[in-house]
């Protein structure tokens, strides 16, 4: 089972003015996965990567599903945990929808992710699981399970993201996640409608029709009007990391568009038309930022196609 990280490109409308909070926009990425196979054996055990964090997650699912838990999992790559790319929600899918195949339950990725809670606010990473390439979804309202996708496109395949990140620093999880949505100012109802306008009637068609100026544009706006909103729970700015905002601001004057960090960061992402331009780019922050120890960049593809199971 193969599930493939995501980027979290923003919210659009987190003031609830028209019942629904929330919505957001992200993408799949091919480069950065969780990979993991599930086999028969006399008890639980796991092999691989972070595998005491793998087995406890298949002991809760086999729990949830009523299923046994005798079995071997090996894990062959994983999503970072914490640094804005979903590992979470991409570890639960992948296990879940693995029992799923080896059990022959006849479950769909929802129903896992109701199963375990996920989508509580975006709704990115289970439609990139389900779907991949660019997707939209549409918040949640009162009776939502999980945020329902209003837009699903295709990304060209030539595009390419960089990613920079800051291995000294973490995003916000967990229990301070929660306490940092529970403290946010309002959001103004016009800016949510603004966002709403830029993306409907400029990002997304601008995509359709392979313009990436426009399209990244779009992103680097929504970004900063989110991002600004946000600032007072992730040290005052835009980014998490002061590093990885120096050096996105560099990536920008050099003509990358779609600036932004995904999720609580510390992972800042742009984005660039081809892979000349972005090995041209890479190799520039290796050099200019080289006394940046705790900085890696690296490329990433869209996944045009959703999570997969091999048999």
Not at 180 to 201: D, I, Q, T, V
Request: glycine share 10%.
């Amino acid at each position: 089972m193969t599930a493939p990280a995501r980027l979290h490109m923003g919210f659009i409308d987190l003031s609830a003015s028209l019942g629904r909070k929330f919505g957001s926009i992200g993408v799949a990425l091919n480069e950065i996965n969780t990979h993991i196979s599930i086999s028969a054996a006399s008890e639980l055990c796991s092999v691989g990567l972070q595998s005491e964090r793998a087995s406890e997650c298949v002991r809760q699912l086999c729990g949830l599903l009523n299923v046994s838990d005798k079995l071997q999992l090996d894990i062959k790559s994983l999503i970072p945990e914490h640094v804005g790319l979903g590992s979470g929600t991409q570890m639960s899918l992948a296990v879940g929808m693995a029992l799923n195949a080896y059990y022959d339950l006849n479950l769909q990725v929802r129903d896992i992710a109701v199963l375990t809670s996920r989508g509580a606010r975006s709704g990115i990473g289970i439609a990139t699981f389900e779907r991949g390439g660019l997707v939209v979804d549409g918040g949640r309202g009162e009776k939502t399970l999980t945020p329902p996708v209003i837009s699903q496109m295709t990304v060209p395949e030539e595009w390419r993201f960089l990613l920079v990140f800051d291995g000294a620093d973490q995003g916000l999880h967990g229990s301070d996640e929660i306490n940092a949505f529970k403290e946010l100012p309002p959001f103004s109802s016009k800016e949510a409608a603004h966002l709403c306008y830029l993306l409907m009637m400029q990002g997304l068609p601008a995509l359709e029709e392979n313009q990436l100026d426009l399209f990244g544009d779009v992103i680097t706006q929504l970004q900063n009007s989110v991002g600004e909103h946000f600032s007072g729970a992730q040290g005052g700015g835009i980014f998490t990391s002061k590093n990885v905002s120096e050096v996105m601001h560099f990536l920008q004057a050099q003509g990358a568009v779609a600036i932004g960090q995904t999720s609580w960061g510390p992972t800042g992402f742009c984005l660039v038309d081809n892979k000349v331009l972005a090995d041209k780019l890479e190799q520039q922050v290796n050099e200019k930022f080289k006394n940046f120890t705790n900085i890696k960049i690296m490329q990433a593809s869209v996944r045009n196609s959703g999570g997969e199971v091999i048999a």
